[in-house]
């Protein structure tokens, strides 16, 4: 037994004061007894094994159904060090107020340790986490969600690095929630919830949060990014990191299906990671990536065969469901955008009887799947390589109605952290196209850097800079609109039209036209065959519109100066470049 674990467990126990404590084999008998219990106390409810083989329902808390960010924390000994972004709370004051809150909670109940690793066990991108819960589903989720039990200790042996992740349900108790990270302990506190997003920790909480400070001092990057795999007629494989915000169809393009007219050419897309890329830089110079999750923990509303059949392909055995309705006809599940056909006799997310025709939604709108990625039917055979897959391009991504073009590459690398670093979405009314807010979550990370995100800028400067064999960075947006407020651009499936132009560029095979924000397609090269999309359209989802960049550029200007004397002064220069561009 490690003796760091051991100390950190007894310290748990010491705390939390359970009744029992039992440690996570990974062995499936254990499993199935946890399974078994947890059906006895209601935390989950067995589904049709036919239809539904081996998965389950959990609901949530009502007051417990989505990440909390307002009492997520940031705990390390300068306030400085947390950043802007961040909320802060210095570390000792935080151990004092939580070990109030964890005085015994666990009283009665079942401590569970959870050995688990991200990444391939044995892999260089391995690392190892140690989660402490009193949740079930936890145990369920975490043992989908990563790799789990005996194998990871011996992996870990007499090493002290590890993240220590201490998670209590307690008393659900929303005004006592907190989830406190403390990047310089290597440790995660969270305290009453039981919502995946805040408790299950191996995710947002060490993969991005801990893993990106682990990063920084340790010389690679921990992203919120989805990675791909594009075979092309020519039979090569090209690998493609890409960062969305949320609803700009991060998960849609990950499990991308082309249309026919590509599939009978040999196109493919393969799914190497639907969420999170740890990248390092290999012994050739090139970014690898992997991605160090074991599964998906997607939001269920609008997941269908026809928006993302792989995603909905991947929820057929296996999974957990939570918070969405039961179908007691049948005993399946079902939400919104699933289908038009709702159950007649069902069980809406709160537990309640439910009917359609009452107009309420039946499913919580963050309604989640947790599914093995191994049930993709997409998903790539270098899933669990330890090497990792070596990137092409890294694409950013937002929802523009009329600012970004459909896609344009940056002039260099530190143009594209430019890029990444000013990267936002517009919230749009569907029904009428208006715009309603810009919200700035530079590379997707907005909610999740684990300190300054001014340091986190000049750390992917020092990554890529100069660096020959560091990957071509590319913006797109698929959601320019035209006057009448209708997307120009198709979406979906048709998005490997312009993947395909993306890697054409990183092999210098075809030309682009330089704009003052950076090399945008010559129509031509898009390939629209097919497409109910004009010339016109075309030219117009590729225009850089002046005096709509100059605004823009006065709002990252107001962006950046958040950062104060944290943003690295070649972001500043990137900014005055642009102006200067635009004139």
């Known amino acids: 037994m490690n003796r760091k674990v051991k100390a950190f467990v007894d310290n748990c126990v010491a705390l939390a004061k359970p009744d029992r404590v039992i440690w996570i084999t990974g062995d499936k008998a254990q499993i199935e007894e946890l399974r078994k219990e947890a059906m006895q106390t209601g935390e989950m409810i067995k589904l049709n094994e036919e239809l539904l083989p081996n998965c389950y329902l959990h609901r949530s808390a009502l007051n417990d159904v989505a990440r909390v960010e307002g009492r997520t924390f940031i705990c390390c000994k300068k306030k400085e060090d947390a950043g802007p972004t961040n909320n802060w709370m210095e570390p000792q004051e935080a151990y004092k107020l939580l070990e109030g809150i964890y005085d015994g909670c666990m009283k009665g109940r079942t401590m569970y340790i959870i050995p688990y690793s991200m990444g391939a066990i044995g892999s260089n991108f391995s690392k190892i986490g140690i989660e402490v819960t009193d949740s079930i589903y936890v145990v369920l989720s975490m043992i989908i969600m990563t790799r789990v039990g005996d194998k990871v200790l011996e992996q870990l042996g007499e090493s ?159 999974s957990i469901f939570t918070n969405v309705v039961l179908n007691t006809d049948n005993n399946t599940v079902w939400w919104e955008g699933m289908d038009k056909n709702p159950p007649k006799n069902a069980i809406n997310w709160k537990g309640e009887k439910w009917d359609s025709a009452d107009g309420t939604k039946g499913a919580h709108p963050n309604s989640r799947f947790t599914a093995p990625a191994i049930n993709c039917p997409c998903i790539s055979d270098k899933f669990e390589d330890p090497d990792g897959v070596k990137l092409s391009a890294i694409i950013f991504g937002g929802r523009r109605a009329k600012t970004a073009p ?178």
């Not at 921990?222 to 594009?230: C, D, K, P, Y």
């Not at 517009?426 to 590379?443: C, F, H, S």
């Not at 120009?488 to 395909?500: C, S």
């Open 160 to 318: 002290n690095d590890f993240v220590r992740g201490f998670h209590a349900k307690a008393e659900l108790d929303e005004s006592k929630r907190y989830i406190c990270h403390f990047p310089e302990d290597n440790a995660i506190w969270s305290v009453n919830s039981g919502y995946g997003g805040n408790v299950l920790l191996g995710k947002k909480c060490f993969a991005l949060r801990i893993a990106s400070f682990q990063a920084k001092n340790e010389g690679w990057m921990a992203e919120h990014m989805l990675i791909l795999g594009i075979t092309k007629p020519d039979g090569v494989t090209r690998y493609v990191a890409a960062a969305f915000p949320s609803a700009c169809g991060k998960t849609n393009l990950a499990m991308l299906i082309p249309p026919k007219e590509y599939l009978d050419k040999g196109y493919k897309i393969e799914t190497v990671g639907d969420d999170i890329a740890w990248i390092r830089k290999g012994k050739d110079g090139g970014f690898y990536a992997v991605n160090p999750e074991n599964g998906f923990f997607g939001v269920a509303p609008g997941t269908n065969m026809k928006s993302n059949p792989n995603a909905l392909l991947s929820t057929r055995k296996d």
């Open 406 to 583: 459909l896609v344009y590459q940056s002039k260099d690398w530190v143009n594209g952290v430019f890029v990444g670093a000013s990267m936002a979405s517009e919230t749009t009314a569907a029904a009428t196209g208006a715009v309603g807010v810009l919200r700035r979550d530079p590379m997707a990370m907005l909610p999740f850097c684990g300190y300054n995100m001014g340091d986190y800028f000049q750390h992917w400067i020092d990554m890529g800079e100069g660096d020959a064999n560091a990957p071509k960075i590319f913006n797109v947006n698929w959601f320019r609109l035209d006057d009448d407020g209708n997307f120009i651009w198709p979406g979906f499936g048709d998005n490997v039209r312009v993947l395909d132009w993306i890697i054409d560029r990183c092999e210098g095979k075809i030309g682009a036209v330089d704009t003052p924000i950076g090399y945008v397609p010559s129509p031509e090269d898009i390939n629209v065959k097919g497409l109910d999309i004009t010339e016109e359209n075309l030219k117009d989802i590729l225009t850089v519109d002046r005096n709509i960049w100059r605004d823009e550029a006065a709002s990252v200007e107001e962006h950046f100066k958040k950062f104060g004397d944290k943003l690295p002064q070649k972001l500043a220069a990137q900014l005055k470049t642009l102006k200067e561009n635009l004139k």
